[in-house]
């Protein structure tokens, strides 16, 4: 079981950026594929971007390729996602979720675990 918490969310204006931070807890962080997705309203939930396990593999939305950066940091049982050039179309819930398994999905229902959400509100 793994236990996610989203952080760093808020409002901030276009072109701005924001930090997003996601702490894990539980068993086995280290050993799982993590990804960000995120959900604007009456819109179904996207891919962001996912890291493998040892950090060294990363893949993105092509088109928020350039402008958001995943990483994460075993030791501290984190990932983040960076976010750059902030648009107003980038207002979602963004959430942090947990693949047990092979590869780096990009589909929602292939992640096994999810962190709550943390609001993401750009102003134009």
């Known amino acids: 079981q793994v236990q996610l918490v989203e952080s760093g969310g808020g409002l901030v204006q276009a072109g701005g950026s924001l930090r997003l931070s996601c702490a894990a807890s539980?068993?086995?962080?280290?050993?799982?594929?993590m990804g960000w997705f995120r959900q604007a309203p009456g819109k179904e939930r996207e891919f962001v971007a996912a890291i493998n396990w040892t950090g060294y593999r990363t893949s993105y939305t092509d088109s928020l390729r350039g402008r958001f950066t995943i990483s994460r940091d075993n030791a501290k049982n984190t990932v983040y996602l960076q976010m750059a050039s902030l648009k107003p179309e980038d207002t979602a819930v963004y959430y942090c979720?947990?693949?047990?398994?092979?590869?780096?999905?990009?589909?929602?229902?292939?992640?096994?675990?999810w962190g709550q959400g943390t609001q993401v509100t750009v102003s134009s």
């Open positions: 539980g068993d086995s962080f280290s050993n799982r594929v």
């Open positions: 979720a947990a693949h047990d398994g092979g590869g780096m999905p990009a589909v929602a229902r292939l992640y096994d675990y």
